[in-house]
């Protein structure tokens, strides 16, 4: 059985839904709800009934001693986490706490119940400023923000945790992911949503005015440019990621991106094309720590997961359009 922490989440629950229908294994998904929604699980089990859910904290190390003691896991998908950047820098404390601490609990317990395959969500906010682009792996690690340096603490441990105790993790650096379900029974529903894409999109639809940071970068449109990678290429991302560790029983980390960068007004014509409508826009000033461009080097997940983003942009907005479309927003 593989544990999915986090799964009732955005990507989560769309690794849940690839993992169910490539047959993976059997499926157990441990989250506190705290940013997921049980009306994730409860779709998820009208594809597959047989998925479990247990509601728990990583926080409290007796809810993930439990998952381990009452079933048998082979491998742990890890995303649960908090997120918000900006959040981040306002109230570290809690993303210490639920980040670090959290996952540091779900390690002892792994390692005390003998479970040694884990397969983490890290970010390309490990990098912070690049010296270069696109960003390969071992580019220096220099985060700007606290969730960053969560995230590099998190990779960090894994690391003695395998020189330890064995403990072998497969760390995926996402760039910044978008799109949803082909058949928009799964999307990005965060309650405070701080992502690029969804936001002009939910601005389309309700005919608001979607902000954008900055206009006097040195890029070629003086936008922000960065790299999207789809939530489906994603969740893909993981089963491989799991077939390996499986096969090879070794430790690794992989960026997941598209190679391309797009601006922001690159993205926002993208949006508008699909909406058929011109979202309304207005420019505020560059947001402190908000790098000019962020780009993927993915040879790495390339040649050894055998891995690409498999969406245009355009197909990813049009499939996150659809999901939006069904939701009341
Ligand atoms: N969305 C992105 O663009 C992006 C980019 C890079 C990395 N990531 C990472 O991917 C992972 C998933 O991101 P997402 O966008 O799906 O976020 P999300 O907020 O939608 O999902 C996180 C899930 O984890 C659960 N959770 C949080 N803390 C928990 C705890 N202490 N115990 C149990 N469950 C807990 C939440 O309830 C939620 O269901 C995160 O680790 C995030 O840092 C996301």
Not at 51 to 60: Q, R, S
Not at 233 to 261: C, D, I, M, P, W
Request: neutral net charge; contains cysteine.
């Amino acid at each position: 059985m593989i544990l999915i922490t986090g799964g009732a989440g955005y990507i989560g629950s769309h690794c849940a839904v690839n993992f169910i229908e490539n047959a993976v294994d059997d499926i157990l998904i441990f989250d506190n709800l705290s940013t997921g929604h049980i009306e994730t699980i409860e779709k998820l089990r009208e594809i597959d009934r047989n998925v479990k859910f247990i509601k728990g904290d990583l926080k409290n190390k007796d809810d993930i001693d439990s998952v381990f003691k009452n079933y048998k896991i082979d491998c742990v998908i890890h995303f649960a986490a908090f997120s918000i950047v900006s959040e981040s820098m306002t109230n570290p404390s809690i993303y210490y706490k639920n980040n670090v601490l959290g996952t540091l609990n779900l390690l002892d317990s792994m390692v005390e119940n003998k479970v040694l395959k884990i397969v983490f969500s890290s970010t390309a906010a490990v990098y912070g400023e690049p010296d270069y682009t696109p960003i390969d792996e071992d580019h220096s690690k220099s985060p700007e923000n606290t969730y960053g340096k969560t995230k590099l603490i998190i990779e960090n441990i894994m690391d003695d945790y395998d020189r330890a105790y064995n403990l072998k993790s497969i760390k995926l650096r996402y760039f910044n992911a978008f799109g949803a379900d082909k058949e928009a029974r799964f999307g990005e529903w965060h309650k405070v949503e701080t992502h690029l894409c969804p936001n002009i999109i939910k601005a389309g639809i309700k005919g608001e005015t979607f902000k954008i940071f900055g206009d006097d970068y040195n890029t070629k449109d003086k936008t922000a440019i960065r790299d999207y990678v789809d939530v489906e290429s994603l969740a893909e991302a993981h089963r491989l990621a799991y077939l390996y560790l499986k096969e090879k029983n070794t430790s690794n980390v992989f960026n997941l991106g598209s190679q391309k960068g797009f601006s922001i007004y690159e993205i926002l014509k993208a949006v508008n094309k699909v909406l058929a409508k011109e979202v309304k826009y207005e420019v505020y000033p560059k947001r402190q720590g908000d790098p000019e461009v962020l780009i993927a080097d993915i040879k790495k997940a390339n040649e050894i997961l055998h891995w690409k983003n498999e969406f245009s942009v355009e197909d990813s907005i049009r499939k996150a359009f659809n999901w939006h479309k069904k939701q009341k927003l």
